[in-house]
């Protein structure tokens, strides 16, 4: 008896054409993806909501809250209440740049305040929350022609904003 095995090719060629094809494309591709994901992280500090009231800890002069509202920024002192509401812009979009603004003319008044919270509404856009801490965190000057940033409220909380009941003009 014959056996068939014998006429069968035992060693069959593997046609690996398709795949080396796939490689070729997908390869450069990736790395090419890999260059534009770029992750930033900033540091952000826990409420401090420790309430010590003895008499040998001194009072800071100013404990800045920026309150971050659907329609509106409320910049807050915790002691001593609203210092300035500031509204949508006249497009309807927020007015970040007026709120670095203030922000800019209470950094003059207390040069070594570096802390602020940032209070947000539930369901606050990750986008809104970037933008605001950008504008509390640093200024962009362009005075000498050169645009450079320096630090404004540089120690940011973050936590939530009370109910808006209106506030300060």
């Known amino acids: 008896m014959r056996s068939r095995s014998k006429n069968r090719d035992t ?5 690996i054409t398709s795949f080396m094809n796939l ?24 409420p401090n909501g420790d309430g010590a009231t003895a008499d040998d800890t001194k009072k800071p002069p100013l404990v800045l809250e920026v309150m971050v509202y659907k329609d ?11 210092l300035k509401t500031i509204t949508l812009n006249t497009k309807g979009e927020f ?9 800019r003319t209470i950094k003059t008044q207390y040069p070594l305040i570096t802390e602020a919270s940032i209070l947000l509404e ?3 856009a990750y986008e809104k929350l970037i933008h605001t801490m950008d504008a509390v965190r640093i200024v962009v000057s362009t005075e000498t022609g ?11 909380s973050i936590g939530d904003a009370p109910p808006d009941v209106g506030g300060a003009k």
């Open 23 to 46: 490689m070729v494309i997908l390869i450069p591709f990736l790395l090419l993806e890999a260059v534009f994901t770029q992750q930033a992280v900033l540091q952000v500090l826990m």
């Open 72 to 82: 509106k920024f409320l910049v807050a002192d915790r002691q001593s209440g609203p």
């Open 146 to 156: 050169i645009a450079a940033k320096y630090a404004l409220f540089p120690d940011i």
């Open 95 to 103: 007015d970040y740049k007026g709120l670095n603004d203030y922000l």
């Open 11 to 15: 060693n069959p060629e593997l046609d």
């Open 122 to 124: 539930q369901d606050t």
